[in-house]
């Protein structure tokens, strides 16, 4: 991992203390109840450790994404007789379509596709096809800033959206409760609910106060080798509940 993608300017990983935090992240899901399935490594593959990019799981079906970076297309390979032992369907996203599932984000019921520079406008047509299938439903919107939409924007449930001041005044998300961060903590938009309990990043004292302040239990991990490749709390897991 230490050689992935990256935008930042913040040096290379130090690999063994991206284990240690990837451990913290694992104790930490586990601790909010959920039970893990752990894949091995892929050393080939140097950004898979950033597993929430090539699929999309819902409970009620599963889409394996195309990824927009020619270096992790590969990764599906591998993921695709994951997702079988859970998912009894499947739908693909062909080329020319390009999706990282990072630019999408499911607002209870309702899905929201970020164009970005990973993802394109054919991948994110057949991808609201597909939710539309399963019976949600879908909009589309612009990423205007990061690498992702989930980047800079992570629904928090019961009507909460942390934002960066990028999406504050997006239509798309007037009717939700915004939590809007200082542009000194914008890493810290990419947090995760789990079981009611918000994982944000460490060092983030605005959005842990902002999150607490909406109700939220918060458990801080320790990320900082994985923003430094442009990863944060979503992107290491594809987290799911079966009907
Ligand atoms: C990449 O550029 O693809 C990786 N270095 C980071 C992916 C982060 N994934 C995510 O935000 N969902």
Do not use: W
Not at 74 to 82: A, K, L
Not at 85 to 111: K, S, W
């Amino acid at each position: 991992m230490i050689s992935g993608l990256t935008s930042q300017d913040l040096g290379q990983p130090d690999y063994n203390l991206a284990l240690n935090q990837h451990q913290s992240y694992v104790r930490a899901l586990k601790a909010c109840g959920l039970e893990l399935l752990e894949l091995p490594p892929l050393e080939s593959f140097p950004d898979s450790t950033f597993v929430e990019d090539v699929a999309i799981v819902t409970e009620k079906g599963a889409v394996l994404t195309r990824p927009g970076a020619p270096s992790r297309t590969g990764e599906i390979n591998f993921i695709h007789p994951v997702l079988k032992r859970y998912f009894p369907l499947i739908y693909m996203v062909q080329p020319p379509g390009t999706v990282d599932a990072g630019d999408v984000l499911r607002i209870e019921n309702h899905f929201i596709i970020g164009l970005s520079k990973r993802t394109n406008t054919e991948g994110a047509r057949q991808v609201s096809r597909f939710l539309t299938q399963l019976g949600f439903t879908t909009t589309q919107i612009q990423v205007r800033s990061g690498l992702h939409l989930k980047s800079e924007v992570s629904y928090l449930g019961r009507g909460y959206l942390l934002t960066t001041s990028t999406y504050q005044d997006e239509p798309e998300f007037a009717e939700l409760q915004r939590l809007v961060l200082p542009s000194e903590e914008a890493y810290a938009a990419n947090s995760i609910q789990v079981n009611g309990t918000v994982l944000i990043p460490s060092g983030f004292p605005t959005v842990k106060s902002l999150v607490e302040g909406a109700g939220f239990n918060t458990r801080s991990l320790y990320m900082t080798e994985f923003e430094k490749v442009d990863g944060g709390l979503s992107c290491l897991s594809l987290r799911f509940r079966l009907e």
